[in-house]
T-cell receptor
Framework: GEDVEQSLFLSVREGDSSVINCTYT??????LYWYKQEPGAGLQLLTY?????DMKQDQRLTVLLNKKDKHLSLRIADTQTGDSAIYFC???????????FGSGTRLLVRP | ETGVTQTPRHLVMGMTNKKSLKCEQH?????MYWYKQSAKKPLELMFV???????ENNSVPSRFSPECPNSSHLFLHLHTLQPEDSALYLC???????????????FGEGSRLTVL
């Protein structure tokens, strides 16, 4: 079946940039998403990118999409301790209702 | 209340118990979902309801039984569960039809289930 893969863990120093990477297999994905999950909470949509775009910027967040390589990245500029959370990449957005999620990348921001 | 609310937030049950998880969405969406989140595993889609009809059932054991009485409410009935069913169960909703739909899911906070 279709798959989404992410590295499990990333540690950065406060103020540095964080880059979280994701690869996916479903070439028919209409949208690619980044969700954030804080401890004890559900997933919250951070941002998404339409599959015919290669970049989207939203304040401190930059999403890059390489559709040829099926590679998605999320860059967080000036990372803060409040950014510590699990970040999930997901593909989908077509008519099947189904988003395919990765296992999540745990981001730890050190003071 | 706004967004997607789930109750209870925590549930401990024995293997012979019967319990239910409840989800309510206040967003006017027409699709609702149950996901299972286990440690270090991808989110597993369990069930999808669109316009109150089940449209997806991903080989989930029959000890999990969903119910969608209307577009705002979703239940997951649990009976004779196993310890490996212990997980965070997440409900989500979306507007799953119509042009311009981005497929975005709105999640509840989850129900943490422990099966003893």
């Amino acid at each position: 079946g279709e798959d989404v893969e992410q590295s499990l863990f990333l540690s950065v120093r406060e103020g540095d940039s964080s880059v979280i990477n994701c690869t996916y297999t479903d070439s028919s994905s209409t949208y690619l998403y980044w969700y954030k999950q804080e401890p004890g909470a559900g997933l919250q949509l951070l941002t998404y990118i339409f599959s015919n775009m290669d970049m989207k910027q939203d304040q401190r967040l930059t999403v890059l999409l390489n559709k040829k390589d099926k590679h998605l990245s999320l860059r967080i500029a000036d990372t803060q301790t409040g950014d510590s959370a699990i970040y999930f990449c997901a593909s989908g957005g077509d008519s099947s209702y189904k988003l395919i999620f990765g296992s999540g990348t745990r981001l730890l921001v050190r003071p | 209340e706004t967004g997607v609310t789930q109750t209870p937030r925590h549930l401990v049950m024995g293997m012979t118990n019967k319990k239910s998880l409840k989800c309510e969405q206040h967003l006017g969406h027409n699709a609702m979902y149950w996901y299972k989140q286990s440690a270090k595993k991808p989110l597993e889609l369990m069930f999808v309801y669109s316009l109150e009809e089940r449209v997806e059932n991903n080989s989930v054991p029959s000890r999990f039984s969903p119910e969608c009485p209307n577009s705002s409410h979703l239940f997951l009935h649990l009976h004779t569960l196993q310890p490996e069913d212990s997980a965070l169960y997440l409900c989500a909703s979306s507007q799953a039809s119509g042009g311009g739909n981005t497929g975005e899911l709105f999640f509840g906070e989850g129900s943490r289930l422990t099966v003893l």
